[in-house]
């Protein structure tokens, strides 16, 4: 399949361009400024607010899928930034939604667990938004917006990710790694809790589903676990005491963006219809060792 995957220099869209390349798709990169390290992967640049260029680069590279993994995705930024986030995460996706149902172009969009507030966890698709932050009020508002311009778009709410990182792309655990091997202390919380999955079981989702399925579908992983006690789990496997971790509540530390307590995702229906993530060991496990 010719699958356009977005955000392709970003975390997760890197990660989906390595597995499908695995699986012989054919992909096309679509980079803002980071440049990709694939070098199997044709890339085009594009700042997907700038409509009518996207509209070009569709009608040039003509792919049947459209995997969208652009976004301004840190909740602090988009807290800060609102108009230019609302671009980003709502406008460019809707106009997305819209030309890729024009094209007859399967499109797939990532959305996040929090467009949840937290309060009744587990969520499943059926469950009431309720986002807390701007940033889970854009998604949730572009999730709407793309249901209405494409019926047979695909949303999948990703939970926390984890794993292999391009080069220039730091995430949280690349950040404790770095701070645990060089016996800094790490302090996290003990009263957040979300079903992790790694970036690379997500993209094995996405690619799974994407086109085939369609409306909401959760792909959270297996188990509901603190930043603390994945902290612990982390240093365990990377072997350094265990005391470098020690725990605070999410009021301690201040943030420009609310975070929900709990927003735990049940994925039942992703794993009825074959999406088996790994454990969080097993899966720390490939990026730690
Ligand atoms: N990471 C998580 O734990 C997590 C959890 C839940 C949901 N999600 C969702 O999953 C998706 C991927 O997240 P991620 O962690 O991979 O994010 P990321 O690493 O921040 O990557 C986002 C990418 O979007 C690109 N981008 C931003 N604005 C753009 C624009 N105007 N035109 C073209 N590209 C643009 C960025 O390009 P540059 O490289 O040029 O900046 C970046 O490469 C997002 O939809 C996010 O909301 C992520």
């Given at each position: 399949?010719k699958i356009?995957?977005s955000?392709?220099?970003?975390?997760l869209?890197?990660n989906i361009?390595?597995?499908?390349?695995e699986?012989d798709?054919d992909?096309?990169?679509i980079i803002?400024?980071n440049?990709?390290?694939?070098?199997?992967?044709v890339t085009e640049q594009?700042?997907?607010?700038?409509?009518?260029?996207?509209?070009k680069?569709i009608e040039?590279?003509r792919p049947?899928?459209?995997?969208?993994?652009a976004?301004a995705?840190?909740?602090n930024f988009?807290q800060?930034?609102?108009?230019?986030?609302e671009?980003?995460?709502?406008?460019?996706?809707?106009?997305?939604?819209?030309?890729c149902?024009?094209k007859?172009?399967a499109?797939s969009f990532t959305s996040?667990d929090?467009?949840?507030?937290g309060?009744s966890?587990?969520?499943?698709?059926?469950?009431n938004v309720n986002?807390?932050?701007?940033?889970?009020?854009?998604?949730?508002?572009?999730e709407?917006?793309?249901l209405?311009?494409n019926?047979?778009?695909?949303?999948?709410?990703?939970p926390?990710?984890?794993?292999?990182?391009?080069?220039?792309v730091?995430?949280?655990?690349?950040?404790?790694?770095?701070?645990?091997?060089?016996g800094?202390?790490?302090?996290?919380?003990?009263?957040?809790?979300?079903?992790p999955?790694?970036a690379?079981?997500?993209?094995?989702?996405?690619?799974?589903f994407?086109g085939?399925?369609?409306?909401?579908l959760?792909?959270?992983?297996?188990e509901?676990?603190?930043?603390?006690d994945?902290?612990?789990i982390?240093?365990e496997?990377?072997?350094?005491?265990?005391s470098?971790?020690?725990g605070?509540?999410?009021?301690?530390?201040?943030m420009a963006a609310p975070?929900p307590a709990?927003?735990s995702?049940n994925?039942?229906?992703a794993?009825l219809?074959?999406?088996?993530p790994?454990s969080?060991r097993?899966?720390?496990?490939?990026?730690l060792?």
């Amino acid at each position: 399949m010719k699958i356009a995957v977005s955000g392709a220099g970003g975390f997760l869209g890197w990660n989906i361009c390595r597995v499908a390349i695995e699986q012989d798709h054919d992909i096309i990169g679509i980079i803002r400024n980071n440049s990709m390290q694939l070098d199997t992967c044709v890339t085009e640049q594009c700042d997907l607010t700038d409509h009518d260029a996207v509209e070009k680069l569709i009608e040039r590279i003509r792919p049947d899928s459209f995997i969208h993994c652009a976004a301004a995705s840190d909740p602090n930024f988009c807290q800060q930034n609102q108009p230019l986030a609302e671009k980003i995460n709502v406008q460019s996706p809707t106009y997305l939604a819209q030309l890729c149902a024009r094209k007859s172009i399967a499109f797939s969009f990532t959305s996040t667990d929090l467009v949840f507030d937290g309060t009744s966890a587990p969520y499943d698709e059926r469950a009431n938004v309720n986002p807390l932050s701007v940033y889970g009020k854009q998604k949730a508002a572009a999730e709407q917006a793309i249901l209405k311009e494409n019926s047979s778009a695909l949303i999948c709410r990703m939970p926390l990710m984890y794993g292999a990182v391009p080069q220039g792309v730091k995430r949280f655990l690349q950040q404790w790694i770095d701070q645990l091997q060089s016996g800094k202390a790490l302090s996290l919380f003990t009263d957040e809790f979300r079903t992790p999955v790694s970036a690379a079981d997500a993209a094995l989702g996405l690619l799974m589903f994407t086109g085939s399925v369609h409306g909401i579908l959760h792909l959270g992983g297996k188990e509901r676990i603190s930043r603390y006690d994945f902290g612990l789990i982390a240093a365990e496997m990377l072997g350094v005491s265990p005391s470098l971790i020690s725990g605070c509540k999410q009021s301690d530390i201040k943030m420009a963006a609310p975070r929900p307590a709990d927003v735990s995702l049940n994925s039942n229906k992703a794993y009825l219809l074959g999406f088996s993530p790994g454990s969080i060991r097993s899966e720390l496990q490939k990026v730690l060792l």
